[in-house]
């Protein structure tokens, strides 16, 4: 054998024994991945928390936030659990998680392929767990497939949550248990000036009604008439659409005539076509001119769907503020007028007022606790 032989056999030995290495280490980095792969792909990992509590694969690494409260009370830590696990917080970590390639994929990126591309939120709040440590503490225990990602995690947390509790108004809170309060609220608050509505028109007119009240029924009767006249344009323009008329017959409707460039991209398509009429036109100029009538018909179209959307828009704003002008005339009548009302829907109003309050109340005590329990709370890393 030539000595070229046996230094080609020593080189083939040498590759097929790091080939197969390689291919031994694969196999062993796969079975890791695929055994903590499950808990993630488990039909029920939108119950974030009511499994939270069973074992990870040894492959996770876990970063530990405490969260104490100075108030002794159980609602205190209530509130804080709420808030830690609320959609506002996990939506602000995802969304300066996707500013950061990096971190976006230090963290969620062993999970986002095609299975759970749609479900960022939902992977977010599994690598979360929060959890009572005693009457007036909190454990946030923050998982990552390495102790980079569980730290990054963790302080990601305690920076937004603390920007988040500053930032919060009564109009949009963080715990779940104050946005449902105040969702009843709103929701009776409809039917209150629904009910306004509706009373107000079958009450009509009346000699005994205050200067006040009979202007904001002057300016009603003024709304009412620039909705009438809007809608015979609608319905013009429902009927040149349904008769197949030319699109040309849009533009003797004056809202459409008159909204932004509609007349000049008229005028410049009309030119153009007489232009085409003319023969002495040679071919380079006619080609010209068709391609701009196409440009101009394209722009125009655009134009008159846009005036016809902004006509059905200022319906909606007219109908909009004819029902507040109606919950102001209501709320100017006297008591004495109401209770000469023989208003069936009067009994409705007085019960619903009543709720409404009832609502507010609980509203309001629970976000002066709350308000409490933001003044008073600290919430840090636990060192390893």
Avoid at 44 to 58: G, Q, V
Avoid at 99 to 108: R, T
Avoid at 216 to 244: C, F, P, Y
């Amino acid at each position: 054998m030539q000595t070229w032989h046996c230094i080609a056999l020593i080189i083939l030995s040498i590759a097929v024994f790091l080939y197969a290495s390689f291919v031994d280490e694969i196999n062993k980095t796969a079975e890791t991945s695929l055994l903590s792969v499950p808990e993630l792909s488990e039909p029920n990992l939108e119950k974030k928390h009511s499994d939270s509590d069973r074992n990870f694969s040894s492959s996770w690494a876990e970063a530990l936030l405490v969260l104490d409260s100075a108030i002794d009370e159980d609602y205190a830590i209530s509130f804080h659990q709420e808030a830690l696990e609320s959609k506002p917080l996990l939506s602000t970590i995802l969304h300066e998680l996707e500013k950061s390639p990096v971190a976006f994929d230090l963290i969620l990126g062993p999970f986002t392929n095609e299975i759970f591309s749609e479900n960022k939120l939902e992977i977010l709040a599994s690598l979360i767990l929060v959890r009572p440590k005693s009457k007036k503490s909190l454990d946030v225990i923050c998982k990552g497939h390495s102790s980079r990602a569980a730290n990054l995690l963790s302080e990601l947390i305690v920076r937004n949550y603390n920007r988040l509790i500053t930032g919060e108004s009564t109009e949009s809170p963080l715990p779940d248990s104050l946005v449902e309060k105040l969702k009843i609220v709103k929701d009776y608050q409809k039917q209150l000036d629904d009910l306004k509505v509706i009373i107000q028109e079958e009450l009509g007119d009346s000699p005994e009604e205050s200067i006040e009240v009979m202007a904001i029924r002057s300016e009603i009767m003024q709304v009412d008439q620039e909705i009438a006249e809007i809608k015979q344009h609608l319905l013009r323009i429902d009927q040149i659409h349904k008769n197949g008329q030319s699109p040309t017959e849009y533009l003797h409707i004056p809202p459409v005539r008159d909204y932004g460039q509609v007349t000049q991209v008229a005028d410049i398509l009309a030119q153009l076509k007489s232009m085409r009429s003319d023969k002495s036109l040679n071919e380079f100029t006619r080609n010209q001119v068709e391609e701009n009538i196409l440009i101009n018909s394209k722009e125009l179209e655009k134009e008159v769907i846009s005036a016809i959307d902004e006509i059905k828009q200022s319906v909606a704003r007219l109908l909009e503020r004819k029902k507040t002008l109606q919950q102001s005339a209501f709320d100017h009548l006297s008591d004495g007028r109401l209770l000469k009302s023989k208003n069936i829907q009067m009994n409705r109003f007085s019960k619903m007022q009543e709720l409404v309050s009832e609502a507010k109340a609980q509203y309001e005590d629970a976000t002066l606790r709350w308000m409490s329990c933001k003044s008073s709370f600290s919430l840090y890393r636990v060192a390893d």
